[in-house]
């Protein structure tokens, strides 16, 4: 079992809009993949993305101009 860690988590109204977050965030090339939603949250769609806590400031710069539900610090 993986240590747990602090992560930034992004969830979705549609998968769709999951799948084009992953794809933009591989071409700025920040960390993270799409996870299922964490059990602690509820999301429209089951899939969120988990980032590392270094990638909060990109991740934040990206949800300005991409569709999501709720970004969330958890300890994943």
Do not use: D, H
């Not at 549609?14 to 059990?39: C, D, H, N, W, Y």
């Amino acid at each position: 079992m993986r240590p747990k860690e602090l992560r930034i988590i992004v969830t979705f109204e549609t998968t769709t809009a999951a799948m084009a977050f992953e794809s933009e965030a591989k071409k700025r090339q920040i960390a993270g993949r799409l996870i299922p939603v964490p059990r602690e949250i509820t999301a429209g769609c089951g899939l969120s993305f988990s980032a590392p806590i270094e990638e909060k400031e990109q991740i934040y710069n990206l949800i300005q101009q991409l569709q999501y539900q709720q970004v969330l610090e958890l300890i994943i």
